[in-house]
């Protein structure tokens, strides 16, 4: 009998750790322990953790995100997910454009520079980074309605950091759930009551724990941005 524990042996070993090898882990040759001090800073770090993630859910069938019903039959026909709040709203990106995922970090405005969806630059990790608010552009607003739920929502809240067409943006979602696998036979249509701008920049929806999360255009969402950056 094939436990979880087998998988998840199985899955490590096709996964380059090398944090056990040149990193804090091994002998610490790895040149870039002078730019981050210690391997959980390191994008390479954060990459093969959401990688190790998603084999492990395509792999541990039932014992991961999927519900038994949606057991995959094909896994070509999957595709990966980053799942995160915004307010109220359920919102999925493709898990490839994912740099990585960290806490809050102070932002910087923007002088002379009046823009509701680009709130200014953070640093990540040395590197200044465009901060932008995706809440602004998709016309949610905020969900807390008194201070125990908002200082509830600042323990969940992260940065979100992302890559697309070597654009690297940041932005905050008040909660990340993780990566998920989706068959594309579970894609469903927009609704047509769904008329704000969300509704605007989401090509599908998927249901998931008894929430409608939308499926963002990708390339829509980006080329506004780029819009709003120039």
């Keep these: 009998m094939t436990t979880s524990l087998d998988y998840q042996t199985d899955t490590m070993a096709l996964i380059d750790d090398c944090w056990n090898r040149i990193g804090v ?6 040149e870039r322990l002078a730019l981050h001090i210690d391997c959980r800073n ?3 770090h954060a990459r093969a953790a959401a990688e190790l993630l998603d084999r492990l859910q395509l792999d541990g069938g039932s014992d991961g995100w999927l519900e038994p019903a949606e057991e995959p039959q094909d896994g070509a026909d999957l595709h990966s997910l ?15 454009l994912l740099e990585e995922i960290t806490e809050l970090r102070s932002v910087h405005r923007l002088p002379h520079r009046q823009n509701a969806v680009v709130l200014g ?39 979100l950091i992302v890559r697309h067409n070597g654009q690297t943006t940041a932005f905050t979602a ?15 249509p927009v ?7 969300a509704g605007h920049f989401t090509d599908a929806v998927i249901q998931w724990n008894g929430h409608s999360v939308g499926l963002l255009d990708q390339e829509l969402l980006f080329h506004t941005l ?3 950056l120039a």
């Excluded at 949610?140 to 509830?152: T, V």
């Design 226 to 228: 780029d819009r709003s």
């Design 174 to 188: 008040d909660e990340v759930h993780g990566t998920l696998r989706v068959a594309a036979s579970a894609r469903q």
């Design 82 to 96: 980053l799942l995160f709040r915004i307010g109220e709203e359920w919102l999925a990106l493709p898990t490839a």
């Design 121 to 159: 630059i953070t640093n990540i990790r040395g590197a200044l980074v465009t901060c932008v608010s995706l809440a602004a552009m998709l016309g949610i607003g905020d969900s807390s309605s008194d201070s125990k739920a908002s200082a509830r929502q600042e323990l969940l809240r992260r940065m």
């Design 25 to 30: 882990r091994g002998d610490s040759s790895c």
């Design 191 to 197: 609704p047509t009551t769904l008329t704000r701008a």
């Design 42 to 44: 390191c994008p390479v």
